[in-house]
């Protein structure tokens, strides 16, 4: 069980770790516009929008 | 269309402190940001087009579109592009762009929501590791442990515990000592209280196992309880958010940018926040007035609706005033800014739909009264209770008070009432009814007599055309001939009254070819066909006048005559004083103090002929009248179902409007009201002691009106409404907003502020119940802290999620094509 003496401090560090990983996306508008992520599945990289057609789409009406 | 106004006069830009904002980069190139505002993203891939549209244009170099508050906001390269091609960029791609003015709000508001979201991360993560170290505690039996590693975790638990009550709990700590400060005890107190007792006993525990204060550590039941807490001030405040962000999306669209005189004559395109007072600038047709104003030059006519509700439009001569955000319908004119950004009306209505955004509901004012003695309660119970238990068990003393602290929810008072009212707020926004001021919905639940304005409300905006009277004198055409012949010269014509006989007109019309058409504010339009012959549309006087014959008038001192033609055929010799001039009975002898309606003179009609027959539209050739188009106010959508559908709620109806008795009357009647709650021809005054006489007889009253018209009307109704047909800036004494024009969701918005109230009963019966339980509970000793701080986040979660319930309590609109 001596592990546990360096995993704790580990444990520790870790989590600071992730506050600052979660302080940059934060920063960086990650969670501004939480609709807008959850479709963001459905876009076609090349296009960037949702589509599989490479012309230019019309706008949406 | 117009000169770049970033190269136009840099150094004014610089300057001024609005409009784009500038930075200077590593390789020396002018950075500017701007945020615009998008229309047309009907879906987030909308979205990640504009995006796409916009880096693709090299000077840009950092976009980030929000689908969700419809706004872009761009970073590029000042000397490479400038905004308006920025704009064009956008509007290529299919989609509507403009300079965002709510900006500075809406940077407010996003700061404010990361900063509420980084702490309630802090806290629920932090909280969850704590945890994790605290587990074997629980779990293990009584010496398991090597006492070091109990030790070891601890101090790793109050390691993570310092940020989560230095950085997320500061909140609590600073609301307490603000409410400290002047004497009274907030919501904040017993949390801080409580959380700073936890903090410190927990760290002696750490410190010295042996010591007072036991060797048990709640770090976890600390972190886990200002997590829950700071989760629910979240969602709160993305409530609060949403409704605020909706309030601003429904002001409209003010012109973005204005023709502005410099003084060498030449005219430049400016951003509006760029105006100042006595600005000189060209208003074309069909835009709309950037700031309020003088005319100097130029005589049109401007649809006011935005202030008075009705589309008529109403004429300006030079020396006039105007006001930002009305249309300009009849002819270019120059105008003189006198009032420009935040003096405007327009930004005077903005504020106080922002404020109302922000305002705490009467309800929660309420709350606030209880929460003194309540807070007092607890804070002398804890008290209480670790002064007996340290008598009884001197280590459990401490945890006692904290438990009693802890467990008291202050979530009925604070949170209970405002999430269920903003939950309804949101649901009813969607919907299409904005609430400007939330506690609204309790006036509106207890509405037994409601008022309705006719026009705008109840009628549509746009009269419909009712038949065609044609003239024994016309022989040569046919009435669908007639009707083709109005509708191609009234095409030229913004005017309501035109516009209806554009519709009315058979869609197969061939395009008439008109030379030389005018249009002649307060009286018509004319202009020469193929053969050479005059026509005129409109005022049947003026069409008579089209023959040549000028009119006779001869004004007095202090007549104020517009800008119609008098025909002098009709004209004898009496004296007319400080009367409404009829244009059947214009004199053409000394005119003291008249005033002319333009709006009556255009449609020929006096108010008494209209009331019987409707509005009325002449077509005439050569001087000559061939046919007469009578209109008819239309009855808007679902409006029958509506009142029958309030009259089922038990709600007493009555009509209460400025427009002829007869009109009312007539109405009523289709609308199966009694007759004598059909008040027609009623002055703001007579509206208001109407009002009051209902008020006084007992009865809660509401009001639905066209707004800034009625504004004292409105205000003293317990609650008023007012529909949103164009501009909703006028809306601006009204208690609710209804956007989608329906009147059907009266009905609706009774419903939820109902369930509202319903809702916010159960949530305080809850927090009463639970606090009545747990507080004995706890001081009994029977409620360790970390169950305390278990219940009271489950109790705060529960009153949200009942509060969140009311979103989904509308059922979604059957009418297709309203947006909600």
Redesign the interface.
């Known amino acids: ?1 001596d592990i ?2 360096l995993l ?2 580990l ?2 560090f870790a ?1 600071f770790g ?2 600052g990983i ?2 940059w996306a ?2 960086a ?1 990650q ?6 992520e ?3 599945a ?2 076609d990289p090349e ?5 599989t057609s490479t012309e230019k ?5 | 269309m117009s000169p770049s106004f970033v190269a136009a006069r840099p150094a004014e830009v610089l300057e001024a402190d609005r409009g784009p904002r500038w930075a200077a980069d590593a390789h020396d190139a002018r950075l500017a940001s701007a945020t615009l505002r998008l229309s ?1 993203l ?8 504009v ?2 549209a916009l880096r693709s244009d090299a000077a840009v170099r950092d976009v ?1 579109v ?4 419809q706004s872009a906001r761009v970073r590029f390269d000042s000397q490479r592009t400038n905004l308006n091609a920025l704009l064009q960029v956008v509007r290529s ?3 509507g762009a403009a300079l965002d003015e709510a900006d500075a709000a809406r940077e407010l508001r ?1 700061s404010e ?2 900063l509420a ?2 702490r309630a ?2 806290a629920a ?2 909280g969850m ?1 704590v945890m ?2 605290a587990l074997p505690g629980y779990v293990a039996e009584a010496g398991d442990i ?1 006492p ?2 109990t030790r ?2 601890d101090w ?1 638990a109050w ?2 515990t310092v ?1 989560v009550l230095l950085f997320s709990a500061a909140p609590f700590f600073s609301g307490a000592w603000r409410s400290l400060q002047v004497r009274r005890i907030g919501m904040d107190v017993p949390v801080a209280l409580g959380i700073s007792v936890a903090f410190i006993a927990s760290s002696g525990a750490a410190l010295n196992p042996a010591g007072p204060f036991g060797h048990e550590v709640y770090f976890d039941s600390l972190t886990m309880f200002i997590s829950f807490l700071l989760i629910g001030r979240w969602i709160e405040m993305r409530m609060r958010h949403w409704a605020a962000e909706a309030l601003e999306a429904a002001t409209g669209v003010m012109p973005q940018t204005a023709l502005r005189l410099g003084a060498d004559g030449l005219s430049e395109a400016v951003p509006i926040d760029q105006l100042r007072v006595s600005d000189i600038l060209r208003i074309a047709v069909g835009e709309a007035f950037p700031a309020d104003g003088v005319v100097i030059e130029g005589r049109s006519h401007v649809d006011e609706s935005l202030l008075s509700g009705e589309s008529k439009p109403v004429p300006k001569l030079p020396g006039m005033s105007v006001i930002g955000g009305s249309i300009n319908l009849g002819a270019p004119v120059m105008m003189r800014v006198e009032r420009c950004g935040a003096d405007t009306r327009y930004e005077a209505i903005v504020g106080l739909m922002r404020d109302a955004a922000t305002q705490r509901p009467a309800s929660a004012r309420w709350a606030d009264r209880w929460a003194g003695p309540f807070l007092w309660t607890v804070l002398l119970l804890a008290g209480l209770g670790a002064l007996v238990w340290s008598f009884i068990d001197p280590q459990r003393a401490v945890w006692v008070a904290v438990s009693v602290l802890v467990v008291t929810c202050p979530c009925a008072l604070s949170l209970a009432t405002p999430s269920a009212l903003l939950a309804a707020a949101q649901a009813l926004a969607r919907r299409g009814v904005l609430l400007r001021r939330i506690d609204a919905l309790e006036p509106l639940a207890a509405m037994q007599r409601l008022f309705l304005d006719k026009t705008g409300t109840l009628t549509t905006q746009r009269p419909r055309l009712a038949r065609i009277e044609r003239l024994p004198v016309c022989a040569d055409l046919t009435e669908p001939e007639l009707l083709r012949l109005a509708a191609s010269l009234g095409a030229w014509s913004h005017h309501p009254l035109s516009m209806a006989l554009c519709e009315a007109a058979p869609p197969d019309r061939r395009a008439q070819a008109w030379r030389d058409v005018r249009e002649q504010a307060g009286a018509g339009v004319e202009a020469i066909d193929v053969l050479g012959q005059r026509w005129r549309l409109g005022n049947a006087r003026w069409v008579l006048g089209a023959a040549g014959v000028v009119a006779l008038l001869r004004v007095g001192d202090s007549a104020d005559v517009d800008s119609a033609n008098v025909d002098s055929a009709n004209v004898d010799s009496a004296n007319v004083d400080s009367a409404n001039v009829d244009s059947a009975n214009v004199d053409s002898a000394d005119v003291d103090s008249a005033d002319v309606d333009s709006a009556d003179v255009f449609s020929g009609e006096s108010p008494r002929a209209s009331a019987a027959q409707g509005v009325r539209v002449s077509l005439g050739r050569e001087g000559a009248v061939l046919a007469h188009f009578i209109f008819d106010e239309t009855l808007a959508d679902g409006v029958a179902q509506a009142l029958a559908a309030l009259r089922a709620d038990g709600i007493a109806l009555t009509l209460l409007s400025g427009d002829a008795p007869a009109r009312v009357q007539r109405l009523a009647r289709r609308l199966e009201i009694d007759a004598t709650q059909a008040i027609g021809g009623a002055t703001p005054e007579r509206k208001l002691l109407e009002i009051e006489a209902a008020q006084a007889r007992g009865e809660s009253v509401g009001m639905i009106g066209d707004g800034v018209n009625d504004a004292p009307v409105l205000a003293r109704a317990d609650v008023s409404l007012a529909m949103g047909e164009g501009a909703l800036l006028a809306r601006a004494s009204a208690d609710a907003v209804i956007v989608s024009n329906r009147l059907a969701d009266v009905v609706q918005a009774r419903a939820m502020a109902k369930r509202t109230l319903r809702v916010i009963a159960q949530n305080i019966a809850w927090a009463a119940t639970y606090n009545a339980v747990c507080v004995p509970l706890a001081l009994f000793g029977l409620l360790p802290p970390w169950a305390a701080g278990l219940g009271m986040a489950a109790s705060s979660l529960l009153v949200v999620g009942n509060s969140l319930r009311l979103q989904h309590a509308l059922p979604s609109p059957r009418t297709s094509g309203t947006s909600a």
């Open positions: 069980m546990l003496y704790i401090p444990s520790v989590m992730v506050l979660f302080a934060l920063h508008g969670f501004d516009d939480l609709e807008r959850g479709a963001r459905l876009f296009q960037g929008s949702i589509g789409l019309p706008p949406c009406h | 047309g009907h879906c987030a891939g909308c979205a990640a087009s995006e796409a980030s929000s689908h969700a508050s791609a299919g989609y996003r929501s990361r979201l980084w991360f802090v993560f932090c590791q994790m170290l090597a070091d590693l070891l975790l790793g390691l993570l940020p």
